[in-house]
């Protein structure tokens, strides 16, 4: 059974639709890329799984649970950590306060210290800044700031919105390898991504949006030496 089912998922806003009833699947353990043009619907996606927006059909599944109308934060309690597009850290909060928020829905105070140093070991550079305020960082700090933020809710599935948006190519690496290890480090990963070429890269599957619907799915491989998917999204 996929850790994640999306099945013929439909949201508008107001009259527009944005989703034409797309569906896909997440397996426990992957890396999967959602690639395509701005505008196609990838923010939506995410949005919509993790309950910002509401679905007008459809249904989403995680873990054999049918979370369509579940609330926000209790889909962080059931296991899955939503990091958008932006950042989004608390600028006026340290960077330690913004970690310990990530684990709000958590109650044992050892668990999260536990948590707390296995972060601050993927990201050195948060431990060094821990006392600096959030707003201060540098882009890709900030970018490390919020993946250790999603990390402290201790889930099991982490979707990414744009990671790489603004950065550096150094950074940008950076971030990459940091997806990588998370994965291997047992999270299973959801990734949107406009650098397509750097997230089929490290995906295991892909799926290409396209005005709302799904045009193309399979290997990230094999997508990633797709002729049509090279003109549109890799500039070949």
């Known amino acids: 059974m996929p850790m994640l089912e999306v099945k013929d998922l439909q949201v508008y806003y107001g009259v527009i639709q944005a989703l034409k009833g797309i569906s896909f699947e997440v397996n426990q353990g992957e890396v999967i890329a959602l690639i395509g043009a701005n505008g196609a619907g990838k923010t939506t996606t995410l949005q919509t799984l993790t309950g910002i927006l ?35 850290v608390f600028a006026d909060m340290s960077v330690y306060e913004n970690l310990l928020m990530g684990a709000y829905t958590r109650k044992d105070k050892a668990e999260i210290a536990d948590s707390l140093a296995l972060v601050y070991r993927r990201f050195p550079r948060l431990e060094e800044r821990k006392n600096q305020r959030a707003g201060t960082l540098s882009g890709g700090e900030q970018q490390m700031l919020a993946m250790g933020r999603a990390l402290m809710s201790k889930p099991r599935l982490i979707v990414m919105d744009e990671p790489s948006m603004g950065l550096s190519p150094i950074f940008v690496n950076e971030i990459f390898d940091i997806i990588q290890k998370v994965s291997e480090g047992g999270t299973t990963v959801l990734l949107v991504e406009q650098n397509a070429k750097k997230a089929l890269s490290i995906a295991d ?30 500039g070949e």
């Open 54 to 88: 509401p679905a007008k059909s459809g249904q989403i599944i995680f873990e054999g649970k049918d979370i369509t109308k579940v609330p926000a934060h209790k889909i962080v309690e059931m296991g899955i950590a939503h990091i958008p597009e932006g950042r989004r």
């Open 205 to 234: 599957r892909a799926y290409v949006l396209e005005t709302g619907s799904i045009s193309l799915s399979g290997n990230a491989d094999d997508l990633l030496h797709n002729e049509s998917v090279q003109k549109a999204y890799l």
